[in-house]
Every structure is written in C-alpha cells, then in structure tokens.
C-alpha cells in the first residue's frame, strides 16, 4: 500500500536561507506524488506534482522538488525562504481503493517557521 | 474554471446539535468528491468520498454521514454532534491527473 512520511515535524529557516523538506513514499507501483501548502485556516493548495514525466518538478512560489527513485524520496526545496512561506506543507501519494476509487494518502505535515 | 465553495466558514456547535455543511463544485462536471477532517495538531484524515449522486463511501466509522444529492453538491451531516467532532473540514474534488483541489474549509468547534 502507498503511503507517505514526512521528516520533521517543524522546520525553522531564516529569511533568505534554502528550504528543505523531506518526504519519502513507499509504493509497489510507480507513484503519483504532490505537494501541499495550508495557511491557517485556509484549505490546501497544490504546489507541485509529480506524475512521471520528469524527475525535477517546478512548482508554484518557486518551490521544486525531486524524484528520487532509488532513495524513494520526493523532498520539497526552495533556494531562498521568504516570509510568506510560513505555513503547514503536505506530501501525498496517490493510491487506489479497493475498488479501484483513487485516494490521496497524506503525510503527517511539516510546519515551516521563517524567522527574519 | 473550476471553483469550490463550502460553507459555513465557521459554526460553533452545542454537544448534541445537528450539523450540516455544504461543499459545491462550480465548473467540473460528475467529480469525485471528498470531505476530510484536520483535528487540531493532526493531519488530515479522509471521511467520505464519493463518485457520483447518491454514490457515498465511508473511510472511517464514526459520528457523521455524507450524502450527494445533486452532481456537484456534497454534504456531511450528524444527528447529534459530540466535543470529538470539532475540527477544520474540507471539501475537495479530484482532477483526472489524480490532484485533488480542495476547498476553504469549515471551522467547527463542538462546545
């Protein structure tokens, strides 16, 4: 079964600094990957996806991440923080139900804290 | 494009009130629809989905149901609410390249 784990549950850069958060998957088939951002109390946007079409996916904000299939990683980067980074992201892979029905199976979120 | 509204923003809720939250898609036909539940501090957890009117699965047993009664309407609902079911819920639709879009969410808080 698919599913998703993400290291660190907070993350703190400063202003100007690279962004890193991690995430690995664990699939039996070839993954659907996505990342999420959720400001608070707002719902989640989508930042990037991969769908096997190219293992350095571009993003949204300047956010980008990188497939990884020999470390099973989809890690989520960005090369200078800025303020309004600070939110709550989510890894997610897809997965299909036992009828078939897809299913985003989410991690459990990392807090990015920007501190000028 | 496509659009999804859910209201109310906010409720606060005696323990044993009904509920009813309403999730609409604008600009999709025939989604696959799905409410979650973020309890605070935690992650998102999948309660209903459904594939289309009349079409509900449930992901986990508990306090509440979901019913589809028009395409792009969906609705979670309880009879009697208890102080576990306080959270922030979200609607969201599928895209056919397997993302999901979610929408604004609904504040509640069960007093």
């Known amino acids: 079964a698919q599913s998703v784990t993400q290291l660190g549950s907070h993350v703190s850069v400063s202003e100007g600094a690279l962004v890193l958060l991690r995430c690995n998957y664990s699939s039996s088939v070839p993954p659907y990957l996505f990342w999420y951002v959720q400001y608070p109390n707002q719902g989640l946007q989508l930042l990037l996806k991969?769908?096997?079409?190219?293992?350095l996916v571009k993003g949204i904000n300047g956010f980008e991440a990188e497939f990884k299939k020999s470390e099973t990683s989809f890690h989520l980067t960005k090369p200078s923080a800025h303020m309004s980074d600070a939110a709550e992201y989510f890894c997610?892979?897809?997965?299909?139900?036992?009828?078939?029905?897809?299913?985003?199976?989410f991690g459990t979120g990392t807090r990015l804290l920007v501190s000028p | 494009s496509q659009t999804i509204h859910q209201w109310p923003a906010t409720l606060v809720q005696p323990v044993g009130s009904p509920l009813s939250l309403e999730c609409t898609v604008e600009?999709?036909?025939?989604?696959?629809l799905y409410w979650y539940r973020q309890a605070a501090g935690r992650g998102l957890q999948l309660l209903f989905y459904?594939?289309?009117?009349?079409?509900i699965s449930s992901e986990v047993p508990q306090n509440l149901s979901a019913s589809r009664p028009q395409d792009r309407q969906f609705i979670l609902s309880s009879k009697k609410l208890l102080l576990s079911d306080s959270g922030f819920y979200l609607c969201?639709?599928?895209?056919?390249?397997?993302?999901?879009?979610f929408g604004p969410g609904t504040r509640l808080t069960v007093t």
């Open positions: 969201a639709w599928r895209a056919n390249t397997r993302e999901q879009y």
């Open positions: 459904s594939v289309g009117i009349g079409q």
């Open positions: 600009g999709t036909s025939n989604p696959n």
């Open positions: 991969y769908t096997s079409a190219a293992t």
């Open positions: 997610a892979v897809s997965r299909a139900g036992n009828t078939g029905f897809q299913k985003l199976v």
